[in-house]
């Protein structure tokens, strides 16, 4: 009957009700959920779920889909979720953990690989990894890391191989006992085209993916879901929402790059809009513990989004205001607001990544195609006055 969204932004204002509450704020949350009768809560921002609000809308008997806070570690925690995939066998890059400097460059200096990626430990929006070419170039990140502060906080970096092969995003939905291979999306990390620069949050999107086995999702249920699930219930956690496997296809099929524990964005984004169903129902269906997989599914078509992000991002999330609440885009367009409010009939947004915009299409072209010319139509509203910037090269596929 209606949505509502804590704290909510632009987009969500036009579609539902926003509640000024923090999504960190468990206690308030439950307190206005049970006053409002809210029937199903989705956990969006993994802070949510590190913080515990999952637990804490639980216990006031208020259906949630998203995990709690124990295997939401899975994401809030890089190093467990290693040690996770390690104890169960799930293919995985090989790693160490290093809880200080001196132990940090210990490990580079017998690192057997070429090039090292280096991890955060913990939550850093999108930005505690670093893929570096070089061992020299690893030691001076982890220098200026432990020098001023570890993305996330805390002490634990994570030094993984560096896989070579293709990027992919799987999505399960799980209702703590069984776990349904939902969907799938090829993002892209890296802020500069061609796949340069620092990673960010997410840069854009598309799907379904393109260039990968006609069984790739049958792989991944057999090698990297199936065994997750085990090893939740083996281990005594009970998951409930969705899992996102990030993972690398290799020569040697998919192994794990990071697991989020909620809907990540700009994925997700290319997702939506393929919807077919009660995309609700299936949802409530899971947080209720009787996963009903034929409420919704994905049409063939494809979509592609793209992220207009602000000036200097991801290193700076320069804010931008005074951007039109109504954006003029061709029919199978769509947009999503990012952090952002409506002020005196504007949007002001907090900056990083500002806007994406979404098209679809019959072909993974025709979706590209109509991606750009909806965002060509946004920089003529807003764009160029807003200095916002974004990749050209989004479903470029090889």
């Known amino acids: 009957e209606a949505v509502f969204a804590a704290p909510g932004n632009a987009g969500t204002a036009s579609r539902g009700d926003n509640w000024n509450i923090a999504a960190t704020d468990g206690k308030a949350l439950a307190e206005h959920a049970k006053k409002a009768r809210i029937d199903l809560v989705v956990l969006g921002p993994e802070t949510a779920i590190a913080a515990g609000v999952g637990d804490r809308l639980r216990e006031a008997g208020i259906p949630v889909f998203g995990p709690n806070r124990s295997s939401g570690r899975l994401e809030s925690s890089k190093i467990f979720a290693k040690r996770f995939l390690e104890r169960h066998r799930i293919p995985t890059a090989t790693a160490q953990v290093a809880h200080s400097l001196p132990q940090a460059l210990g490990i580079l200096g017998d690192w057997p690989h070429f090039g090292v990626a280096i991890k955060a430990d913990g939550l850093a929006a999108g930005k505690g990894v670093v893929v570096t070419p070089d061992l020299k170039t690893a030691g001076a990140i982890v220098a200026d890391w432990y020098a001023n502060s570890v993305p996330g906080g805390g002490s634990d970096v994570l030094f993984e191989e560096v896989l070579e092969g293709r990027e992919l995003s799987v999505f399960a939905i799980c209702d703590g006992r069984a776990m349904l291979p939902l969907a799938a999306a090829c993002d892209y990390k890296r802020a500069g085209e061609g796949d340069t620069g620092p ?64 809907f990540g ?29 034929d409420t919704a599914t994905f049409a063939r078509d494809a979509c592609v989004c793209v992220t207009l992000v602000s000036k200097d991002y991801p290193s700076a999330s320069t804010p931008v205001s005074g951007l039109p609440p109504t954006l003029e885009l061709p029919e199978d367009a769509l947009a999503f607001w990012g952090s952002s409010k409506r002020t005196n009939g504007r949007v002001d947004a907090a900056g990083g990544r500002v806007l994406t915009v979404a098209g679809t299409g019959k072909h993974l ?34």
């Open 199 to 262: 990673n960010t949050g997410g840069m854009g999107a598309y799907s379904p993916p393109a260039g990968f086995p006609g069984d790739y999702l049958d792989v991944v249920r057999e090698k990297v879901i199936a065994p997750t699930l085990r090893g939740l219930l083996a281990e005594g956690e009970e998951y409930v929402g969705v899992l996102y496997c990030g993972l690398m296809w290799t020569a040697d099929g998919p192994k794990v790059l990071e697991f989020n524990a909620r």
């Open 265 to 293: 964005d700009p994925e997700t984004q290319a997702l939506m809009p393929r919807v077919q169903g009660d995309f609700a129902r299936l949802l409530q269906s899971a947080a209720t513990g009787v996963l009903e997989a």
């Open 365 to 398: 072209n025709e979706a590209r195609v109509l991606a750009y010319e909806a965002v060509a139509r946004v920089e003529a509203q807003f764009g160029y006055q807003a200095g916002l910037s974004f990749r050209r090269d989004i479903a470029r596929t090889p």
